[in-house]
């Protein structure tokens, strides 16, 4: 329609394409380093300290030699555990997969590659701290949670 109306030329047009297409894999891109960087330096330690912490409390309570049940930080610590390893394997793949693209020329192989792989990939990441945050004690959460930011507004 552009080009038979004389707005553009299909040069022109494949020119747009091409400039939208790469704006889209340099945000994506940015979204997906700015995600590794919160996994790095936030949420990884923030999980680990918090195990840390019920880790403690298990020890403390098996301490007392009272025969207490501590099945709560049992599973506690083997769902955030396993949560926490798979966390930081999903991260490395996301890494990697952003390593790859780096060697990509073809601009709409590359935002399908985006929207194919690394998107993916951040979704399953998205789905794992979700989960984390909802076992982990608020305080410990290096982040508002939404009902922080939803009900703090004044």
Request: proline residues 2%; negative net charge; glycine residues 2%.
């Amino acid at each position: 329609v552009f080009s038979e109306h004389g707005v553009y030329s299909q040069e022109e047009l494949n020119a747009q394409f091409e400039i939208r297409m790469e704006n889209y894999c340099k945000v994506v891109r940015i979204e997906a380093l700015t995600l590794l960087n919160m996994v790095n330096k936030d949420i990884l330690p923030a999980e680990s300290a918090f195990l840390k912490d019920l880790c403690d409390s298990l020890n403390a309570r098996t301490q007392t030699g009272i025969g207490v049940s501590v099945r709560y930080e049992e599973s506690l610590i083997r769902d955030l555990s396993e949560k926490l390893d798979r966390l930081y394997e999903l991260k490395d793949e996301l890494k990697a997969l952003l390593d790859q693209d780096l060697c990509m020329s073809d601009v709409t192989k590359r935002a399908f590659y985006f929207k194919d792989r690394i998107l993916v990939a951040m979704k399953r990441i998205r789905e794992i701290v979700d989960a984390m945050e909802d076992m982990t004690r608020t305080d410990c959460w290096p982040y508002p949670t939404y009902g922080a930011i939803l009900f703090s507004v004044k």
